[in-house]
C-alpha cells in the first residue's frame, strides 16, 4: 500500500514568516494529493489538494508543488499569521477512494 | 450547519462492551468514510460505504468492528468487546462521490475504553 512520510513532525515561525511542509510517497500510481488541517478538538480540513497534472497550485497565501518524478509534494504558507497554528496533514491516494496520511507537522506561529 | 455531524463527541467505555459511533453525512453526500486516529499519528483509513453498500472495508479490523450505512438515518461504526487499543478517535468524513471529490470530515468521536 501507500506510505506518506510528513516533516518535519514540528515547526515554528515567527509571524510574517514562512513555513514549508514537505511530503514523500512511495506509489508512483499515486495521482492526489490534499493537505489538511486540523484545529484542536475539530476535524481535519482540506486548505488545497493538486492532481498529478499540476505541478504547483496557489490559493492566495497557501501553495502546494509537486514533483511526481522524486515522488514528493509540499506545502508553502507565506506570511503566517496566529490563525495558521494548527497540525497539518499531508495525504495521497491513486485510483481508489483511499486516502493515506502522513503523520502530521504541528505548526505553531509566535506572534 | 449543514457539515458532517458526529456523535457523540466523546464516548468512555468499559473493557468488554460495544462503542457506536454515528455520523449523519452532509447534506446531498451518499458516500461515507471513517478513519481512525491514535494520538500523534495521522488518518488510518477503516471504511468506505455507500448507501447499504460497503465498498471498500480492507482497512477495518475482521473482528469485533462493523459498519453500515443504511438507506434511512446515520451510518453507524460499531466496535463490540472493546479493548484499551481501540482508543483513538475515529473521524468520518462524507463526499458527494467520484474519484477524488474533496471529502468533508466531522470533528470525530473520541473513544475511551477504561
Known amino acids: 500500500g501507500e506510505n506518506v512520510e510528513q516533516h518535519p513532525s514540528t515547526l515554528s515561525v515567527q509571524e510574517g514568516d514562512s513555513a514549508v511542509i514537505k511530503c514523500t510517497y512511495s506509489d508512483s500510481a499515486s495521482n492526489y494529493f490534499p493537505w489538511y488541517k486540523q484545529e484542536l478538538g475539530k476535524g481535519p480540513q482540506l486548505i488545497i489538494d493538486?492532481?498529478?497534472?499540476?505541478g504547483e497550485k496557489k490559493d492566495q497565501r497557501i501553495a502546494v508543488t509537486l514533483n511526481k518524478t522524486a515522488k514528493h509534494f509540499s506545502l508553502h504558507i507565506t506570511e503566517t499569521q496566529p490563525e495558521d497554528s494548527a497540525v497539518y496533514f499531508c495525504?495521497?491516494?491513486?485510483?481508489?477512494?483511499?486516502?493515506?496520511f502522513g503523520a502530521g507537522t504541528t505548526v505553531t506561529v509566535r506572534a | 450547519n449543514a457539515g458532517v455531524m458526529q456523535n457523540p463527541r466523546h464516548l468512555v467505555r468499559r473493557r468488554g462492551q460495544e462503542a457506536r459511533l454515528r455520523c449523519s453525512p452532509m447534506k446531498g453526500h451518499s458516500h461515507v468514510y471513517w478513519y481512525r486516529q491514535l494520538p500523534e499519528e495521522g488518518l488510518k483509513f477503516m471504511v468506505y460505504l455507500q448507501k447499504e453498500n460497503i465498498i471498500d472495508e480492507s482497512g477495518m479490523p475482521k473482528e469485533r468492528f462493523s459498519a453500515e450505512f443504511p438507506k434511512e438515518g446515520p451510518s453507524i461504526l460499531r466496535i463490540q468487546q472493546v479493548v484499551r487499543g481501540d482508543s483513538a478517535a475515529y473521524f468520518c468524513?462524507?463526499?458527494?462521490?467520484?474519484?477524488?471529490?474533496?471529502?468533508?470530515f466531522g470533528n470525530g468521536t473520541r473513544l475511551t475504553v477504561t
Open positions: 468524513a462524507s463526499s458527494p462521490g467520484g474519484l477524488h471529490s474533496p471529502l468533508h
Open positions: 493538486i492532481r498529478s497534472n499540476v
Open positions: 495525504a495521497a491516494s491513486g485510483n481508489d477512494y483511499k486516502l493515506s
